[in-house]
T-cell receptor
């Protein structure tokens, strides 16, 4: 069974600081996805990582994938309040996505 | 217009009632999914369908059934709702390319009293 673990589950950080969210998964996969969810809203696709060593950046967010370590990271650079949301990683199981429990991020002044 | 739509967006019902949640998509995708989200648990797969004649159970299918009426429509039913089915339900679609990216509907918030 494919298990996906995110940490931390809760993160409060000051504006301007950097931080990394980690996503570990238990079985081989080379398809990993990051989504953002605002309270009461749907999931918005942030990054699609399709191979070992893949790195993608959008604004203050950068995601990477190491399939050998079964690890993906979502790095936040110089956080701003607008980044406050819940972030999910998901791994393709062969037929659907297995999601982590999400990281609830709060950026404070 | 939204590519993936869900109706209703909110529903309050009573224990034992039959409920149907509907999902429609205009993305032309063959693959459709139903997930359930509970606080602190992420999203869990209920059912998925790769085409009109293909229906598969996910990890938490007990108490649910689905119908794939057309390529664009995938409905989720709760035959006899119970309080622990109170959750946020999402429909998603994906195409058959190797990317497998999924696109989500706006969600249906269901409360079972």
């Amino acid at each position: 069974e494919l298990k996906v673990e995110q940490n931390p589950l809760f993160l409060s950080m000051q504006e301007g600081k950097n931080y990394t969210i980690y996503c570990n998964y238990s079985t081989t996969s080379d398809r990993l996805y990051w989504y953002r969810q605002d309270p009461g809203k749907s999931l918005e696709s942030l990054f699609v990582l399709l191979s070992n060593g893949a790195v993608k950046q959008e604004g203050r967010l950068m995601a990477s994938l190491d399939t050998k370590a079964r690890l993906s990271t979502l790095h936040i650079t110089a956080a701003v309040h607008d980044l406050s949301a819940t972030y999910f990683c998901a791994v393709y199981s062969g037929y659907a996505l297995n999601f982590g429990k999400g990281t609830s991020l709060l950026v404070t002044p | 217009d939204a590519d993936v739509t869900q109706t209703p967006r909110n529903r309050i019902t009573k224990t034992g009632k039959r409920i149907m949640l509907e999902c429609s998509q205009t993305k032309g995708h063959d693959r459709m999914y139903w997930y359930r989200q509970d606080p602190g648990l992420g999203l869990r797969l209920i059912y998925y369908s790769f085409d009109v004649k293909d229906i598969n159970k996910g990890e938490i299918s007990d108490g649910y059934s689905v119908s794939r009426q057309a390529q664009a429509k995938f409905s989720l039913s709760l035959e006899s709702a119970i309080p622990n089915q109170t959750a946020l339900y999402f429909c998603a679609t994906s195409d058959e390319t190797s990317v497998h990216e999924q696109f989500f509907g706006p969600g249906t918030r269901l409360t079972v009293l």
